[in-house]
């Protein structure tokens, strides 16, 4: 069985979640980036949980995304994203698949959905 097995962007805690950090900050801050699909869909899954934390207006939400995020992104989150999004459920991201790079990884494009 596979209890309690995540996926991970690397060997290592730290390295993966400073490597998750920069790539959140990336997406919130340009809205749009181009990796791989495996990083790509743990992105998806790290930024919609931070849009939706932005949608509630409590001060414990805002420190937790604060603490996720750089002071820039946390703000468009809370400024632009969670209310451009305010009456969606869910589904804040979309992968599009473009040709490999050189290395034949299959890249994506992850980008907010308008």
């Given amino acids: ?5 995540k996926a991970k962007l690397a060997i ?3 390295y993966s ?4 950090r920069q790539y959140s900050n990336a997406l919130v801050l340009h809205e749009r980036i181009e990796t ?3 990083t790509g869909k ?3 899954s ?9 949608k509630t207006e409590t001060l414990h939400a805002r420190r937790q995304l604060f603490s996720e ?13 969670s209310p451009k999004f305010k ?9 599009i698949r473009v040709p490999s790079g050189k290395d034949g990884m299959p890249k994506v494009i992850v980008e907010f959905v308008e």
């Fill in 87 to 95: 009456d969606r459920k869910g589904g804040y991201t979309r992968l």
């Fill in 46 to 54: 790290h930024v919609e949980k931070l849009i939706t934390k932005g």
């Fill in 36 to 38: 791989t699909a495996a």
């Fill in 12 to 14: 290592g805690k730290d």
């Fill in 69 to 81: 995020l750089s002071d820039n992104a946390a703000r468009k989150v809370y400024e632009v994203l």
């Fill in 17 to 20: 979640r400073r490597k998750m």
């Fill in 1 to 5: 069985m596979r209890h309690r097995k």
């Fill in 42 to 44: 743990l992105i998806r």
